[in-house]
Structure formats: structure tokens, C-alpha cells
């Protein structure tokens, strides 16, 4: 079975530092990865994904994450944050393309001036 | 404008009462999903659907209905069986292999 684990459920930071979210997996097949944005009372947007290729994927707004699958983790980066990237970052694994989404439970990104 | 909708963005429930949850698409996506989100919970899957007519429970399918008569639409069923519905109700729909793509959400409140 898979799972997801964020490591971080708060991480505050300041205007126009760099952020890394964090995000492993466990999983016994080749695995899809995932990272979602949600603005408050809003759906999910996709930020970015890793299918297979590059291990370095880069995605909207500036964001990027690097599939490591040693260390079975799929962290996300940001050189500088900027206010409107508060919002809450969900990392999500798929077995496969036969599998269903396993979330993990959210990390809140809270960027100050 | 291809995407999901959902609706209504907020839903009151009296105890007892059932209520339908709407969710259409126009992506022409084979699947569609059910998902409830409860603060630091993330996302729990509650039915999805991989073609029009079927349709499989997820990890917490337990008071909930759904049905799925047309591509477009997987329209889902609270049922009084379900005791803490009180939650943010997420739709998403994607072609089953990789990307889901989720609507906007409905906020449903037991009074």
C-alpha cells in the first residue's frame, strides 16, 4: 500500500526567501507524484507532476521538485516566495497508472512581509 | 471554458436530511472522483468512477450514494447514515491515468 508523509504541517517564512516543502512516499511499484495548491475555500490546482524522465520537475509559479528514489522523496522548492504563495501544498503519490491518489495531510505555507 | 463545477459552494443540512452534491464536467474526462477534506486530514477518497455506469468505493464510502448515468455528471448522495458530515466536499475528473483536475469545492454544514 502506499502512503504519503509531509514532514512539515506549518512552515513559515519570509517574503522573498526560499522555501523547501517536504514530501516522502513508500510505495512497492514504480510511482506518478504530485504536488497541489489550494487557496482557501478553493479546489486543488496542480502544480506540478513527475510521470517518468527528468527527475527535476518544474511546474507554475516558479516551483519545482525533484524526484529522488533513494531517498523516496519528492520535495518541493521555491528560490523566493512571495506573498501570494501563501496557501496550503498537498503532495500526492499514484501507483502507477492504475492506482488512486494517496494525499498526504497538507503543509500550510505562511509568507510574511 | 473546459472544467468542473460544483454546486452549491455552500450547503446547509438539517440531522436526518439526505442531500445531493453536484459536480459536472466538460473535460471529457472517463473518470470522476468524490473526495472530503477535514482540516489536517488532506484528502480521504470517498467514491470514483472509471466509466459511465460504474462506479467503486474508496477508503470512506460508508453513508454516502453516488451515481453516474452520464460522462458529464457524478452527482453524490449524503445520506443520513453518515454521521460528521460537516466538511469541504471535493469533485475532480481526469482520464485515469495520471492528472486529476478538482473543482472549486462545496462546503457542507450540519446544523
Known amino acids: 500500500a502506499q502512503s504519503v508523509t509531509q514532514l512539515d504541517s506549518q512552515v513559515p517564512v519570509f517574503e522573498e526567501a526560499p522555501v523547501e516543502l517536504r514530501c516522502n512516499y513508500s510505495?512497492?511499484?514504480?510511482?506518478?507524484l504530485f504536488w497541489y495548491v489550494q487557496y482557501p475555500n478553493q479546489g486543488l490546482q496542480l502544480l506540478l507532476k513527475?510521470?517518468?524522465?527528468?527527475?527535476l520537475v518544474k511546474g507554475i509559479n516558479g516551483f519545482e521538485a525533484e524526484f529522488n528514489k533513494s531517498q523516496t522523496s519528492f520535495h518541493l522548492r521555491k528560490p523566493s516566495v512571495h506573498i501570494s504563495d501563501t496557501a496550503e501544498y498537498f503532495c500526492a503519490v499514484k501507483g502507477g497508472s492504475q492506482g488512486n491518489l494517496i494525499f498526504g495531510k497538507g503543509t500550510k505555507l505562511s509568507v510574511k512581509p | 471554458d473546459g472544467g468542473i463545477t460544483q454546486s452549491p459552494k455552500y450547503l446547509f443540512r438539517k440531522e436526518g436530511q439526505n442531500v445531493t452534491l453536484s459536480c459536472e464536467q466538460n473535460?471529457?474526462?472517463?473518470?470522476m472522483y468524490w473526495y472530503r477534506q477535514d482540516p489536517g486530514q488532506g484528502l480521504r477518497l470517498i467514491y470514483y468512477s472509471q466509466i459511465v455506469n460504474d462506479f467503486q468505493k474508496g477508503d470512506i464510502a460508508e453513508g454516502y450514494s453516488v451515481s453516474r448515468e452520464k460522462k458529464e455528471s457524478f452527482p453524490l448522495t449524503v445520506t443520513s447514515a453518515q454521521k460528521n458530515p460537516t466538511a469541504f466536499y471535493l469533485c475532480?475528473?481526469?482520464?485515469?491515468?495520471?492528472?486529476?483536475?478538482f473543482g472549486p469545492g462545496t462546503r457542507l454544514t450540519v446544523l
Open positions: 475532480a475528473s481526469g482520464t485515469g491515468v495520471d492528472t486529476q483536475y
Open positions: 510505495s512497492s511499484v514504480s510511482v506518478y
Open positions: 473535460l471529457n474526462h472517463d473518470a
Open positions: 513527475y510521470l517518468s524522465g527528468s527527475t
